[in-house]
């Protein structure tokens, strides 16, 4: 365990130097006070989670102090932002404060978000309120418990700094964590505005610092975007199967190490619908729900044009073509598991799209009815969530045809089943509406929802005593709510 200012910098990203990020120190925040920290990010800087109680802690991440070797700088990067280039986007209101080694040895970035202006903060005040810190912070978290790679969170930090949205709120940081901060957008602003020297110091960057066994192929950066082409492909079919819409996938929002990243207006999926839009400002749909996948492939098509000057166009395009066949091999074998197979058959993809198809109509709850598939027997279990669809002819000729499948995947007890589904299937997800509740408390100074929240979502497939109310369908009120883009 270390004490707080025990933690050992190595600045490598710095160290490119100015043509990358610019030095900025972070503006404090009035009264910061700890809002919520997470116990398992604070252990992956080796940090006793008592630290987190200290005035000091709030006063590190909360922008008034800061470690004797941290060199918080702004990072500049572009992107394509709903389909169309924006050629010089970067940090406006966070800040890369260093990166840090654990005893293990491996790296995080520190990034505090909501830090104050930077040469990058546009039209913007540099601030992030308590409501998108706190989303921010719950999300990276529960995507991470459900086995979803994500950014991490730290903590929030609350104050009384106030912050003008569309009414008066109050300013937040949130300290988050992530091996690298470089998105597809760094190598899209040094490609566009042609330094190929930097472009090829940031491309070395990545390459040896983040795909070090990609150095051993006879064609490095071709192996490195391989890779990044297949985590794509599995961070989305984990989105897809579990209902994450992500809202806005601009690349200047894609993790170059594929991981979700930069959260805005995300949601999970109550009711399963494939048209969903989190985005109320996206008003074509371009990140709807299903839309995501094909987005990942647009998306890592453009980073491939900005990687055309290390690697060829044909070989750029071959390894495109991994996308698809990838995302769908990886998402039918997690819908398989959601279903409790556990072997392949050819028209296993059918049952699922017409599940899917069954629920849209009815507004079946996504993240329940997987739950209580796995409750007790198929047959038992289809016929206690029969009442839930309205085209019952439909569901019983669904459900006729899962048992017989259940049946030809081989014997197993109701028990094992259970216990294989419930390892899949979370019980807890972090619907808007809970976030919503968690919020509304913490904006009127009682944080003890949100780590109530926090704490239930660490754990998402164990059903957990006295927390039933997490496990409900929302209320009326909360089905549709619209999350301002404004963060
Ligand atoms: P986002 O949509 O949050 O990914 O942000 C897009 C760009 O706008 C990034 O360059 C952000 O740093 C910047 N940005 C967003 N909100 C603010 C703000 N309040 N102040 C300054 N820059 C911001
Ligand atoms: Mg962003």
Redesign the pocket.
Known sequence: MKALDELTFDNRFARLGDAFSTHVLPEPLDEPRLVVVSNAAMALLDLDPAAAETPVFAELFGGHKLWAHAQPRAMV?S?H?FGGY?PQ??????LLLGEVYNEAGEHWDLHLK?AG??P?????????VLRSSIREFLACEALHALGIPSSRALCVIGSDTP?WREKQERGAMVLRLAHSHVRFGHFEYFYYTKKPEQHKELAEHVLSLHYPECMEQPEPYLAMFREIVERNAEMIAKWQAYGFCHG?M?T??MSILGITF?F?PFAFLDDFDAHFICNHSDHEGRYSFSNQVPIGQWNLSALAQALTPFISVDALKEALGLYLPLYQAHYLDLMRRRLGLTTAEDDDQKLVEQLLKLMQNSGVDYTLFFRRLGDESAALAVTRLRDDFVDLAGFDAWAEQYKARVERDGECSEAQRRERMHAVNPLYILRNYLAQNAIAAAESGDYSEVRRLHEVLSKPFEEQLGMEQYAQRPPDWGKHLEIS???
């Open positions: 990067y992107g932002q924006s986007l970067g940090d406006g209101r966070g909501g202006l930077t990058y903060s546009r039209m913007g005040d540099g601030r992030a912050v806005v601009n200047d929002n930069d805005g883009c404004s963060s």
